[in-house]
């Protein structure tokens, strides 16, 4: 009964979880297929889809082609290098779920996870 009580109070809620888990390449990889779903045939700029290796070493500039899709949404991103990645909306930052919310709105799309992760 006891050990089963520490491990409730050890369980972070998704908002917890949200703080802890982001910024890894996994996570701005995941950006990359969402964004390259999401964006194709509209006016926006797609980018390409990455692997977490491709993002890690960054060598031809995969970052700054997910944050270009970004921004061309009206989302500024920046990949943190600490434990997440930055979204913001008219200088109000979002969390990870806020922004692509906010960019399935605006394209007028709503994915699952099966229709960008492939």
Not at 94 to 102: F, G, M, N, P, T
């Amino acid at each position: 009964m006891k050990d089963e009580k520490i491990l409730q109070e050890e369980i972070l809620s998704e908002e917890e979880l949200e703080q802890v888990a982001g910024g890894t390449p996994g996570e701005t990889a995941d950006d990359s297929r969402f964004l390259n779903v999401l964006l194709q045939g509209t006016k926006y700029h797609q980018c390409d889809r990455y692997g977490s290796f491709r993002i890690f070493f960054n060598q031809r500039g995969e970052i700054n082609d997910v944050a270009k899709s970004w921004e061309s949404l009206g989302i500024k991103f920046f990949h943190g290098e600490g434990l997440s990645n930055i979204y913001s909306l008219n200088g109000k930052n979002l969390s990870r779920d806020e922004a692509w919310e906010y960019a399935q709105d605006k394209v007028g799309k709503h994915l699952t996870k099966a229709q960008w992760d492939w």
